[in-house]
């Protein structure tokens, strides 16, 4: 089968993902949804990863694959990004699921209302837990899809942050790539995505993503210096963003406050991770984006103290 001219593109990095890859290539795949290209960029995977992919794509033109030397995941998700000739844009992750008519319904919601970006449901799932319903609720056929007027601010309610859980129309994403060398990437490219310029965004009310919890996943490994210094990092991406509101830097920097937080806090809990983080701390505040009266007092006596004397309370 060959689409010439699809109308979406999805996107999928690979790396070292031969135990999954094969049920988030099926579930595109067998979408309901035809047209389409699915564009998968192997990361310099060191399993069969790469010959599962072209065991799938000898069978189905659609997908097309890139293989790489080891660059990390945002400069992956660029050059899928770069690959891209369809329409409209969505991601998956190498381990996670579609419903059937992921496509179908996100092409749907898009076209019709002729929106920028359109926002859907997701569950999560636990890989290998027992006694857990992990099949997709059963679409009703009522699931019209909702502007959002204030979707800074329905995003902040609803922590939609991540770039899987959306389809985007193409132009929407003329000026977007990931931030290169960062792990949480996806943080970045959300809210650029929604501070450089007015977007219409839409609201499809149905789960139509498994996002799988694996132990040996780069969101679920355990805490590393890189991790904790990298959250404090994308406050500083993002803040660097000059295009938004007053309303909206006072509605960000709630969010950005608790990121701040969580980095000091994680170097209170593993003192081999202090220094670094400390240091990202008193450089973001030293840059001035972000102020010492922005965060909460006792937090802020707490940081204060630690980044002027070393020590954590």
């Known amino acids: 089968m060959s689409h010439s001219n699809p109308l979406i593109s999805v996107l999928m990095p690979v790396y070292n993902a031969e135990k999954f890859v094969r049920r988030s290539v099926e579930s595109v795949l067998c979408q309901s949804f035809r047209n389409f290209e699915l564009i998968c960029v192997d990361d310099g995977s060191q399993d069969a990863s790469l010959d599962i992919l072209k065991e799938y794509a000898e069978r189905d033109s659609r997908l097309k694959i890139v293989a790489n030397p080891h660059k990390g995941a945002c400069e992956t998700l660029n050059e899928c990004l770069s690959r891209v000739t369809g329409e409209y844009i969505t991601f998956i992750d190498n381990d996670d699921e579609y419903h059937p008519r992921t496509l179908e319904m996100a092409y749907k919601a898009i076209v019709r209302q002729k929106f920028d970006v359109v926002i859907w449901d997701w569950m999560q799932v636990a890989e290998g837990a027992k006694y857990v319903d992990s099949t ?175 020590k954590m309370l």
């Not at 942050?161 to 792990?183: E, H, N, Q, T």
């Not at 949480?184 to 995505?193: A, E, K, S």
């Not at 132990?215 to 938004?244: N, Q």
């Not at 701390?281 to 630690?306: G, T």
Request: net charge positive.
């Open 136 to 310: 997709f609720p059963v679409l009703t056929g009522n699931e019209n899809v909702e502007r959002l007027v204030d979707y800074i601010g329905w995003s902040l309610n609803n922590k939609h942050v991540s770039f899987w859980c959306k389809i985007y129309s193409r132009k929407a994403l003329l000026d977007m790539m990931f931030v290169p060398g960062v792990i949480h990437g996806d943080v970045i490219f959300q809210w650029q995505l929604f501070l450089r310029a007015p977007r219409s965004v839409g609201y499809l009310p149905c789960c139509l993503y498994k996002y799988y919890i694996r132990g040996g996943s780069m969101d679920h490994s355990p805490m590393t210096a890189a991790k904790a210094v990298d959250r404090i990092k994308c406050v500083r991406y993002i803040l660097r963003e000059k295009y938004f509101s007053i309303d909206v830097i006072v509605r960000l920097k709630g969010m950005l406050g608790e990121i701040i937080w969580s980095g000091y806090k994680t170097g209170r809990q593993f003192p081999q991770f202090r220094e670094c983080v400390l240091q990202e701390i008193k450089q973001l505040f030293l840059e001035k984006d972000f102020r010492w009266r922005d965060v909460p007092f006792v937090r802020r006596v707490k940081m204060f103290w630690a980044v002027f004397s070393g």
